[in-house]
């Protein structure tokens, strides 16, 4: 079979993974809020090439103490924009705990205000602006030490059921013409 001809083989049915049932809303407390799984690239603890962000609730929403480091420069010294959209992403990702239901980023927008420097404490704070729905507006800010807001972020995420993460969704007007 070359590597064009169509597979006749029938995939096996997927497992509901562990981490997928696991979405408690979680109450305001000092503690770190759990990672979506141990490899996910934004909070897995195993994950070497991750962010390993750690992130508590608190009376609005979530907030986070974070340090970009070498394995994010973008410019010298500076965190690359892309890192920084990771971290921001995922930290709208552990704030779906205080919803309660799983959800995925449909729209995320980003203003850079000013650097992001690498191996410098920013804190990083999130909450729902309003739910419609599915449909949940979400915003978040960077803060540098001195409390000036350098990154601000918005985003929507849509919920979705189990089945989103098991099979592979195709858009309907996608064109797979090749
Ligand atoms: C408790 C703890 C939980 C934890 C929970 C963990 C989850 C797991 C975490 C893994 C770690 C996380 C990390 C970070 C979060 C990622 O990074 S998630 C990964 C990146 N995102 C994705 O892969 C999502 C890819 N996109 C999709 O699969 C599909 O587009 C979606 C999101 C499922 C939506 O598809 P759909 O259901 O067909 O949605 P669609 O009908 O097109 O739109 C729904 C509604 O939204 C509106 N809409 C769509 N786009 C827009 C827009 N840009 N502006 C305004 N309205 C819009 C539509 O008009 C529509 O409105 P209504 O007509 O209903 O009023």
């Known amino acids: 079979m070359t590597e064009n001809t169509p597979s006749t083989h029938t995939p096996e049915p997927r497992q509901v993974p562990d981490w ?19 490899h996910c690239l934004g909070c897995g603890p195993a ?8 992130a508590r609730r608190d009376a609005h929403g979530v907030h986070a103490h974070h340090r970009f480091d070498s ?9 690359h924009g892309g890192a920084v959209a990771t971290v921001l992403d995922e930290l709208f990702g552990l704030l779906l705990y205080t919803v309660g239901e799983p959800a995925v980023t449909r729209h995320l927008a980003i203003d850079y205000l000013a650097p992001i420097l690498l191996d410098t404490p ?22 540098n030490d001195h409390a000036h807001v350098i990154t601000t972020a918005t985003a929507l995420f849509l919920t979705v ?10 858009p309907p007007h996608t064109d797979n013409t090749p």
């Open 20 to 38: 997928i049932p696991a979405f408690p809303v979680l109450a305001p407390d000092s503690a770190d809020l759990p990672p979506h799984h141990d």
């Open 47 to 54: 994950n070497p090439h991750g962010h390993q962000l750690r």
């Open 71 to 79: 394995r994010h420069v973008g410019a010298p010294a500076i965190a």
């Open 122 to 143: 920013y804190t990083l704070r999130a909450h729902i602006h309003a739910r419609d729905g599915r449909k949940l507006h979400l915003q978040a800010t960077i803060e």
């Open 161 to 170: 059921d189990v089945n989103h993460f098991l099979t592979h969704n195709t």
